[in-house]
């Protein structure tokens, strides 16, 4: 689906076919369809009317998050102590690994900073990778373009450059700063690190991003020709637990959680 998006020339308008097909619009359609058959086709119209209405409170808790979580797009687990360990091993002997953050969106200007910032996701991000190089003794490389609409001034591998140099004293190897999505994020950063002899790499990224960046990645490796090893380091995993009450209650926290793992599904399924 990526490539005949990018094939038509259309992905400056990916943000809007997003829109169209992800909570609330589809579930809004089904309430104004339902509403618009009441006179006609009653049963039908209380029953899209229903399947709108429940859909918009389940996206509205962490329940349909952590469901989709759980079940049809699982994400890779947390790396582990011992994962950490043999990767500080082998960072002397092993095969050339690098670590790499994926970029999750910058700020334009931030009033208190008076300046450009990363989104929180992106921290997250950055923070965890310089974590891990701390732990581990590898190199990191930054992956995250300018913005579709120029807004940032800048590109996200630039602010990151500049946040992890300045506050968190830890110089990035590399930056790849013209991606604009998930894909271009394999397809450009993979040549440059196989340029400077990586073979594996340990990709940071959340959890519910990880399954498509290591889609994504693979891709540029098969298109770059060479074999590449993708260990998955997701953020914010959650440790595994009952499902509990505050699971089903509406709020901000339900909205955002749902919203961003039905949207890693939906781009998964159609191959963005």
């Known amino acids: ?45 209380w029953t899209l009317i229903m399947l709108g209405v429940v859909g918009l409170y389940l996206t509205a808790t962490p329940a349909l998050g952590k469901y989709i979580g759980m079940t049809v797009h699982r994400s890779p687990p947390a790396l582990t102590e011992r994962d950490i360990e043999a990767l500080a091993r082998d960072a002397a002997k092993g ?7 994926l970029g999750g969106g910058g700020l334009p200007l931030q009033s208190e900073y008076g300046m450009s910032n990363l989104k929180p996701l992106s921290i997250e991000r950055l923070r965890y990778g310089i974590w891990l190089a701390r732990r581990t003794g590898l190199p990191v ?5 300018a913005d579709r609409g120029g807004r940032l001034g800048t ?3 630039d602010i990151a450059a500049r946040i992890a140099d300045r506050e968190f004293r830890f110089p990035l190897r590399w930056l790849e700063d ?10 450009l950063t993979v ?13 940071v990224t959340h959890d519910f991003h990880e399954k498509r960046a290591v889609r994504a990645f693979r891709r540029g490796a098969e298109r770059s020709g ?5 260990l998955p380091a997701p953020v914010g995993v959650t440790p595994p637990y009952e499902w509990q009450v505050a699971d089903w209650l509406p709020g901000g926290t339900g909205i955002q959680s749902s919203w961003l793992w039905v949207r890693e599904w939906v ?3 159609l191959g963005a």
Do not use: H
Not at 226 to 230: A, G, K, S
């Open 1 to 45: 689906m990526n490539d005949i998006v990018t094939a038509l020339g259309l992905e400056g308008y990916k943000f809007l076919f997003g829109a169209l097909i992800l909570p609330p619009v589809p579930l809004l359609l089904l309430v104004l369809v339902g509403a618009r058959l009441m006179f006609r086709q009653r049963m039908l119209a």
């Open 95 to 101: 095969p050339p690994t690098a670590i790499v953050v």
């Open 141 to 145: 490389a930054f992956s995250g373009g």
């Open 155 to 157: 590109t996200e591998a």
């Open 178 to 187: 013209r991606s604009s999505d998930t894909t271009e994020n394999g397809l």
């Open 191 to 203: 040549p440059m690190l196989q340029q400077a002899g990586i073979q594996r790499i340990v990709l």
């Open 226 to 230: 060479q074999p590449l090893e993708i």
């Open 267 to 269: 781009g998964y399924l």
